[in-house]
C-alpha cells in the first residue's frame, strides 16, 4: 500500500496526528452500558486523499470507515469484521472490513457519487434508497464466517447499524459517526461513538443515557477544536460514571503489495497474459480496490512474468 498523502505537514505532525487517531473502550453505570469511542481524523484524511473523494464520497465512506473500527473494538489476533451494503440508490453500495490490529480499508463502488444539486444537508438516505446492510465477522475459532444482514431502513449507516444489533443481535446500541468539514471542505475533525446497552441496565440508566446523548456535542467538531477523547466522554457522561478499560490505534491500512498483484497476474488464462505483454497498453496499471493504491507493470515485467522471473 502507497499512501498518496499522508496526513501532516511533516514528520512531527504526522506522529502527533497518529498517536491521536486511537478506539478508547469504557463502560457506563458499573458495566451495565459497553462503550467505544473514536479519534479517526487522520484515518479519514488519508482515506479521503487515496480514493480522491469529494464531500459527498468523504462522508458516505468515512462513517462507514468508522463504524467498522468501532465494531472491531472487542475482536482479538487475527479476527475481522467486514461491512457491506448494497443499494439502489446513486452510492450504489460500498465495502469496508477491519481488523484486531486497528486496521481500515475499504471502497465505494460509485465514484463520484451522481448529485442532481449540491449538497444541502447530512441526510444521505437518498443516496442509498433501498437496499440490504450485511455484517461479517471471522472469529479465530470459527470454521466459517458470521454472516447477518437486515434491509436498509433508514439510509444512515449509524441507525441502520443500531437496528441490525437490535434486530441481529438483539443488543440496543447507539451510532454516532460525525465529520466535520470546514468553509473549504477540508475535514478537520473526524470521530465516532458507540454505546451498547446490556442486560441488567434498568429502565432509570437508559433514560439518563438518552438525555446525555441528547445533548451531547458533535464528535467531528469537538475533535476539531482540539477536544481529547477521554476528556469527551469524562464531561458527557459523568453522571453514569465512565471507567476506560483500554485503547488501541486505528489507522487506515492495506497489506497490499506489488508482489500480491504480480502473483494476481500469474493467475491469468496464459492467452491473455501473453496478450497483455505483446500489446499492452503499456503501463498497465492495476490498482487496489480498498486502498486505490496504483501498480504499474512495463512490457519488460510482463514479458518477465510470462517467463515465470520475478520482475
Keep these: 500500500m502507497i499512501k498518496k498523502a499522508p496526513y501532516g505537514k511533516d514528520l512531527k505532525a504526522r506522529l502527533k496526528a497518529a498517536s491521536k487517531d486511537r478506539l478508547y473502550h469504557f463502560t457506563l453505570s458499573e458495566g451495565t452500558i459497553r462503550g467505544a469511542i473514536l479519534h479517526a481524523t487522520r484515518m479519514i484524511n488519508e482515506m479521503r486523499s487515496n480514493h480522491g473523494l469529494g464531500i459527498l464520497e ?20 487475527d479476527e475481522r469484521i467486514g461491512l457491506k451494503i448494497d443499494c439502489t440508490g446513486p452510492v450504489k453500495g460500498l465495502y469496508v472490513e477491519a481488523n484486531a490490529f486497528g486496521e481500515v480499508r475499504g471502497y465505494l463502488k ?31 475459532e470459527a470454521k466459517q464466517p458470521f454472516t447477518g444482514q437486515v434491509e436498509l431502513k433508514y439510509g444512515s449507516i449509524a441507525k441502520d447499524l443500531a437496528y441490525y444489533y437490535s434486530t ?11 465529520v466535520k468539514f470546514d468553509s473549504e471542505g477540508n475535514v478537520t475533525g473526524a470521530g ?3 454505546l451498547q446497552v446490556m442486560p441488567g441496565a434498568d429502565e432509570s440508566t437508559v433514560d439518563i443515557l438518552e438525555s446525555l446523548l441528547s445533548r451531547l456535542p458533535s464528535i467531528g467538531t469537538a475533535f476539531a477544536e482540539g477536544n481529547e477523547a477521554l476528556e469527551l466522554i469524562s464531561e458527557n457522561f459523568e453522571k453514569l460514571n465512565p471507567q476506560f478499560l483500554g485503547e488501541h490505534r486505528i489507522e487506515f491500512m492495506c497489506h497490499c503489495s506489488r508482489d500480491r498483484v504480480r502473483n494476481m497476474l500469474t ?3 496464459e492467452e491473455d497474459l501473453r496478450d497483455m505483454a505483446l500489446n499492452g497498453p503499456f503501463p498497465v496499471e492495476i490498482k487496489c480496490r480498498h486502498c486505490a493504491t496504483p501498480y504499474r ?8 512474468i510470462m517467463s515465470g522471473i520475478n520482475p
Excluded at 58 to 77: I, R
Excluded at 170 to 177: A, C, D, G, H, K
Design 168 to 178: 441481529s443481535e438483539q443488543t440496543p446500541s447507539v451510532f454516532n459517526l460525525s
Design 192 to 194: 465516532a461513538l458507540l
Design 58 to 77: 468523504t462522508l458516505v465512506l468515512g462513517h462507514a470507515y468508522m463504524a467498522a473500527a468501532l465494531m472491531c473494538a472487542n475482536l482479538k489476533g
Design 267 to 269: 493467475m491469468l488464462p
Design 297 to 304: 507493470f512495463n512490457q519488460k515485467d510482463l514479458s518477465k
Design 110 to 140: 460509485n465514484v463520484p457519487i451522481p448529485m442532481e444539486k449540491p449538497l444541502e444537508n447530512l441526510d444521505l438516505a437518498p443516496f442509498f434508497a433501498a437496499g440490504i446492510l450485511s455484517v461479517s465477522k471471522v472469529f479465530r
